[in-house]
């Protein structure tokens, strides 16, 4: 029997990374490419994206604990400073562009209304000073796992277990019933939403999922469902859009959990390929960040035509860019961060002698 | 570099990263399973302990990494296979 070990989900996560680049690459090259695709050809990316979210936020949850309250404000320090980072390139980058285009004054405006303030505020999807504000890229992710985090150290709290999920599945209600309608700060819906998978998350480790002989009808029914629903509903939790409401949130779950155990079997392969997918899956934390950047301040949708005519090459091309930015990007911040703790204890150790 | 100094740099990263009194770290202390710590705080922990000893962890070696024993063990062997 495995025990659990820090770093078991690096494979997974870093497989999922590099699905998140290459669903925004094809999202980004259909619409740019103007095509227009029969929904049959895209259900296997619906399928993935059906329990995508879900299984990333089970997974986050997997290492959610009680803790005291200084305890759990101080571990989220972690997330909030890469996200002001984003924040901030993200805005330099536009401001940048609009400065190549020779931008009027009130497109300057536009780009810090459009890519600054929503970051600051975290807004949902929804219409932000007239202009439209979708999904912030993968970033919103963040907001989500801190908040949620800390959501589920109070939940964790109640002493019965019924009364915690009863008060997950009412804000997951009132989350999905919030809609795009009203623009809300924080990406609250999101938030309301997924905190319900981040406790499912807990439970998988309660319940040793990965060690647990589970009976083969049960996995059936479960992709029965998921593969139906992927048809019938649809997620989109950046937008925070659920087609069959509750429903697909529920059944979700199963989605997740199915994906989640299936990637985790790919756990047991050793070699040169997996070592590298596990070091995307190591540093996710900053990729997520870096391909947030690389995503947002650059127009992908109106430059893929001009690099090249054919949509699959430009999908790829986009893909290649994200995943190399990301990627050397990475290195170098984990070089900064060595010499930073290196120079550190340099001079910890002169002031000791 | 004898066990005994990798157990007491070990020890000190560890209790850094975790600053919480309460919370008591022994050889036998499963990483995931008895100390509060998220993966954020589990991927700076390694990261200190590399720079530490200068060497550095593949993901093949932390599936040994279970207790804080195994991490002791684990680091002691490259830090000889460093020297």
Redesign the interface.
Known sequence: M??????????TKGLMMIAIMMMHAITDGLFGYGLNVQSAKLYPLQVMGYGSMAMFFML?GY???K??WK?CL??QK??IRPYCIVAVSVLVISLFGVCLAQGSASDYLGTVRYNFFPYLLGLSAGIFMGIPSHGIGAIWFFVVFVLD?LILNAVLRLEKTWMQIGLLVVMAVAGIHIGTDILMPFYLPQVLVGAGYMYAGIWCKKLDIFNRKIHPVIWILLTAGWLYMSWKGNINMADNYWKCGLADWIMSFGAGLCLLVGLQQLNRF?GQMS?KI??IG?HA?WICCIHSVSQIAIPWNQILSRISPVPVVGMLVEFALHFGLAVSICILIEKI??SQ??RR?ISRQGQTV | MTRDQVKDIVFRTFTDV???D?IEITEDS????DL?????????V???LE??FEVGI???M?????TIGDVIDVMTELQGKAD
């Open positions: 495995q025990r659990n070990y820090p770093g078991m989900f690096n494979l986050c290492t959610v604990k803790k005291s305890a101080r571990a972690a997330i985090t050793e070592e596990r070091w190591k934390m961060k060595r703790k290196k204890r | 975790i600053a919480d309460e499963g990483i995931m399973d509060d710590m998220d993966s954020i705080e589990m991927q700076e390694f990261s200190d720079e530490e593949l993901d093949s932390l599936k040994r990494m279970i």
